[in-house]
């Protein structure tokens, strides 16, 4: 491995909060998240987290592809999933949730205007950071628990904007010396307890926290239908609401894509 990953130290510290999880690292793999779910689908239970130095077939939101940022020294992006089972009573809001507790890791202070934007992305002055992708697989026939795999990508070290969407951020921008090991280790417990606490509770503890980092809260939003209006927030539930001409929208589908309006100005 050509970084230190602190893999012992962070099973330990995971261990107290989920026991028997495992911490593994490999140098290539297609995509952690599609590892883990393969192995979840062969009937493995047991809590995982699995990092990769660089992804071949890294998978975002919408099938959109996730490619590792390569440096010649030292991996330029932190790409893992964590694996557990989980049964909340309802699995609204979580990769909000899941973005809270990553936002608030790296940026504990909003020191660097690290926000959030609906449903799983990591914005810095409205350049992506980050993704988060949620994934499920059932355990058992008509079980409420179910496996649930959490993909985190995120934007260490400088990377080209060539092929992506939006244009990129990255962590050494404010925090020159960050490593991806160093930063697993610093995200990695939070987000065990705060996916547990997602459990216990849903999203209404988040609600509030998300709120505080909303990126497109109170400006002009446009669907991927064509629908446009003023983002309003989120509810209790983790939906995006947009007041439009025709009233407020309530937005709950994975399949909807929001980005900013083009200015008018």
């Not at 809590?47 to 490619?67: D, F, K, N």
């Not at 991996?75 to 608030?104: H, K, N």
Request: with cysteine.
């Amino acid at each position: 491995m050509s970084a230190p990953w602190f893999e012992d130290e962070i099973a330990g510290a995971l261990a107290q909060k989920l026991p028997g999880v495992g911490v593994e690292v490999v140098a290539e793999i297609d995509s952690t998240s599609s590892e883990l779910m393969r192995r979840a689908r062969d009937g493995s239970r047991a809590p995982v987290l699995l990092v990769a130095e660089r992804q071949t077939a890294g998978r975002g939101r919408l099938g959109r592809a996730w490619q590792s940022a390569q440096d010649a020294r030292q991996p330029a992006s932190l790409t893992f999933s964590l694996g557990l089972p989980l049964a909340p009573r309802d699995w609204s809001g979580l990769s909000l949730a899941v973005g809270v507790s990553v936002a608030e890791s790296l940026d504990p202070s909003s020191s660097a205007g690290l926000g959030l934007k609906w449903p799983n992305d990591l914005w810095v002055g409205d350049r992506k950071l980050g993704g988060i992708l949620i994934e499920t697989a059932l355990l058992q026939p008509d079980a409420a628990e179910r496996y649930l795999v959490i993909g985190i990508g995120i934007n260490i070290g400088p990377r080209e904007a060539t092929g992506l969407s939006t244009e990129p951020a990255w962590l050494q921008q404010w925090r020159p010396h960050a490593t991806p090991g160093e930063v697993l280790r610093e995200i990695a417990v939070p987000l065990v307890e705060n996916v547990q606490l997602f459990d216990e509770r849903g999203f209404v503890p988040f609600a509030p926290r998300f709120a505080a980092r909303d990126v497109l809260r109170g400006r002009d939003v446009r669907l991927s239908d064509g629908t446009e209006g003023r983002c309003e927030g989120v509810g209790w539930g983790g939906e995006l609401l947009v007041q439009t001409a025709n009233g407020m929208k309530t937005i709950t589908s994975a399949e909807v894509s929001v980005r900013p309006a083009p200015s008018t100005r």
